[in-house]
């Protein structure tokens, strides 16, 4: 079982930056590849950033290119979300998740729910205008 803890969230303005932090509790997490998702009220959740386990070639949305980065710590267990420029239409709840089968081999699409079998709590992320 992948136990996975976000934190750093928090109440900012626009123009403002925040980073995330997701520590995983698992041996192999140099080998998972991870992602960060997030939900706005009323909205369904949605990809933000996925990053394999060599940390080349992230993915982002089209909404948080240029102004979010994803990057990973393996010896720490962690991966970070680091949003610059952030929008009132940031507010959300932000996950991350643990895609665990991609190493071996699965071809699932990382902007998907269905790409990660392992997922935090969340963290509360607020943007004001």
């Known amino acids: 079982q992948v136990q996975l803890v976000e934190s750093g969230g928090g109440l900012v303005q626009a123009g403002d930056s925040l980073r995330l932090s997701c520590a995983a509790s698992?041996?192999?997490?140099?080998?998972?590849?991870m992602g960060w998702f997030r939900q706005a009220p009323g909205k369904e959740r949605e990809f933000v950033a996925h990053?394999?386990?060599?940390?080349?070639?992230?993915v982002y949305a089209d909404s948080v290119k240029g102004r979010f980065t994803i990057s990973r710590d393996n010896a720490k267990n962690t991966v970070y979300l680091q949003m610059n420029s952030l929008k009132p239409e940031d507010t959300a709840v932000y996950y991350c998740?643990?895609?665990?089968?991609?190493?071996?081999?699965?071809?699932?699409?990382?902007?998907?729910?269905?790409?990660?079998?392992?997922w935090g709590q969340g963290t509360h992320v607020t943007v004001s205008s």
């Open positions: 698992a041996r192999t997490f140099s080998t998972f590849a």
């Open positions: 990053i394999n386990w060599g940390t080349d070639s992230p």
């Open positions: 998740a643990a895609d665990v089968d991609r190493y071996y081999g699965a071809l699932t699409d990382v902007t998907t729910n269905e790409a990660y079998e392992y």
